[in-house]
């Protein structure tokens, strides 16, 4: 199969669409179209803090659901999405205030619409991905090898918020693990959730979660050729929002 996977968008609909159109995808009817039958993948957290979430998410739930032409994981942000469009009590916080802010200046026809797609879009996409005959994995904030096609509650939190500890930064952020340095497997794991100024490739593991919303880059990993392509982001640089390694 031919993939091409994208990060973590947030709503950055220009560079979106730059960065497909980038890579030969024709924008036709509202959606990205490859002539050569390639599909798009995404990481998950196609919205908040962005300009454009709401529109974001609706090309993707045509990609996915009304095309069959993509395939998309969700991540930490699309889940309390979700837990919002369903009337949960949710912290409007972290960038989904953005997103509601842009749901409710909608009419009420056009927020019954996207809510009602939203869900089915979550409803229908597995909390991680096992592509191209087991070879290639796709997880919002990766995911530990003997994890790989289990859905229970531990695995749920590892593939939405990473390899956390439950304790916390004095900055109040959440220490995470660095579950990719001990990885081993032979699958090809593309995930993104913590943002870095390039591509972390690191024991067949790939972090493309290049920052697009905090002025970084929006990144996609073309399989099975394994190239990496970026477009710059138009959003303001936030220099603290992206994750050193070295
Ligand atoms: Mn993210």
Redesign the pocket.
Known sequence: MKIDIIG?I?GCLPEFEQLTTKIGYQWKNGIPIHPDNRVLGFV??LTDRGPASLKVAEIVWRLVIEQKRAFYTP???CNKLYRYFLGRKVQETHGLETTVAEYKSLNKSDQQSIRKKFIELYENSPLHLVLDKNRLVIA?AGIREDYIGQTNAKVKTFVLYGDITGEKHPDGSPIRRDWAKKYRGEKIIVY??T?VKEPRIINNTYNI?TGA?FGGKLTVLRYPEMELVSVSSTMPYVEEKFKDFT
């Open positions: 973590d947030h998950g957290d991540g930490n942000h919002h993104g959730h943002p979660d919303v």
